[in-house]
């Protein structure tokens, strides 16, 4: 009985998934036709309008305008829990990418990773009263976003969370991701290798990009920087990260993927 139960609860899921990425996607594809765009500025502008009706789409024409409205009205915040809605959002967002074919660095994290990630947390924090998780460059939230829930259930507390995101569109996505979830979080706006006041934490997650980065004044001030060349941002994120996790906790909190700390020539540009 029980697993009926729990079969039949997994298929409404998925389906309520569906039913917002539906949402989502009939009124990007609007938007977009409409203004001829990206597909990604029209998830963006489709989330304002989701998550606040009376937000004004210039650009549309009254019957477009009247079509958007009676698509994001089928939302109804209250039939979904944060996990669900966070899913249908990565479906939108695993679409932009293939239609827009836009860069590497915008691959949304996978689902495996973050729950790895969250198990190895759970084990190391089980217990404790609070925890608090900083990501430097949190792209469009979606790590951020699975370990807050992730850890909300497995640790029964609320975790206090913080992002850095550099890029205007990723960071509009997780902030709007942030905001549809109901989750509380300090988000910054900036670049993070140009010294972000952001908070000390217990724990810094990461799926980091990779490359080089292009401003080496601003790189000068790390440990970690090129003396010739430009610097690796990763080599440079990771530093911040670090540099900003308590002390007192075990180095073990602080989680990347293996294969960023392979070795590399120094760059010569």
Same mark, same amino acid.
């Given at each position: *009985?029980?697993?009926?139960?729990?079969?039949?609860?997994?298929? &409404?899921?998925?389906?309520?998934?569906?039913?917002?990425?539906?949402?989502?996607?009939?009124? %990007?594809?609007?938007? $977009? #036709?409409?203004?001829?765009?990206?597909?990604?500025?029209?998830?963006?502008?489709?989330?304002?309008?989701? $998550?606040?009706?009376?937000?004004?789409?210039?650009?549309?024409?009254?019957?477009?305008?009247?079509?958007?409205?009676?698509?994001?009205?089928?939302?109804?915040?209250?039939?979904?829990?944060?996990?669900?809605?966070?899913?249908?959002? $990565?479906?939108?967002?695993?679409?932009?990418?293939?239609?827009?074919?836009?860069?590497?660095?915008?691959?949304?994290?996978?689902?495996?990773?973050?729950?790895?990630?969250?198990?190895?947390?759970?084990?190391?924090?089980?217990?404790?009263?609070?925890?608090?998780?900083?990501?430097?460059? *949190?792209?469009?939230?979606?790590?951020?976003?699975? &370990?807050?829930?992730?850890? %909300?259930?497995?640790?029964?507390?609320?975790?206090?969370?913080?992002?850095?995101?550099?890029?205007?569109?990723?960071?509009?996505?997780?902030?709007?991701?942030?905001?549809?979830?109901?989750?509380?979080?300090?988000?910054?706006?900036?670049?993070?290798? $140009?010294?972000?006041?952001?908070? *000390?934490?217990?724990?810094?997650?990461?799926?980091?990009?990779?490359?080089?980065?292009?401003?080496?004044?601003?790189? #000068?001030?790390?440990?970690?920087?090129?003396?010739?060349?430009?610097?690796?941002?990763?080599?440079?994120?990771?530093?911040?990260?670090?540099?900003?996790? #308590?002390?007192?906790?075990?180095?073990?909190?602080?989680?990347?993927?293996?294969?960023?700390?392979?070795? *590399?020539?120094? %760059?010569?540009?």
């Amino acid at each position: *009985m029980f697993k009926y139960c729990e079969k039949e609860l997994s298929i &409404l899921t998925e389906g309520q998934i569906e039913r917002f990425f539906d949402i989502l996607n009939r009124a %990007s594809e609007l938007i $977009q #036709k409409a203004r001829d765009q990206s597909y990604l500025d029209s998830l963006i502008e489709t989330l304002a309008v989701i $998550q606040d009706p009376d937000t004004e789409e210039s650009g549309l024409n009254d019957a477009d305008a009247k079509k958007l409205i009676n698509i994001c009205s089928e939302f109804k915040r209250s039939e979904y829990d944060s996990e669900t809605l966070r899913k249908g959002l $990565q479906m939108a967002i695993l679409k932009a990418i293939r239609v827009d074919n836009v860069q590497a660095n915008y691959q949304i994290t996978p689902d495996t990773i973050a729950n790895v990630i969250g198990y190895i947390i759970s084990g190391i924090f089980r217990g404790t009263e609070s925890i608090s998780l900083l990501d430097p460059a *949190m792209g469009t939230g979606n790590l951020l976003t699975a &370990l807050n829930n992730q850890l %909300s259930n497995t640790l029964s507390l609320t975790p206090t969370v913080s992002g850095i995101e550099n890029d205007d569109a990723m960071f509009e996505l997780a902030a709007d991701s942030f905001e549809l979830q109901h989750i509380h979080a300090e988000l910054f706006h900036e670049d993070a290798v $140009q010294n972000v006041l952001a908070p *000390m934490v217990d724990v810094a997650v990461s799926d980091l990009p990779i490359g080089y980065y292009p401003i080496d004044k601003n790189a #000068k001030g790390f440990a970690t920087h090129s003396e010739n060349g430009h610097s690796y941002v990763h080599h440079l994120l990771i530093e911040f990260a670090m540099n900003h996790v #308590k002390k007192k906790v075990a180095s073990g909190s602080f989680w990347f993927p293996v294969n960023f700390f392979r070795r *590399m020539k120094p %760059s010569s540009c």
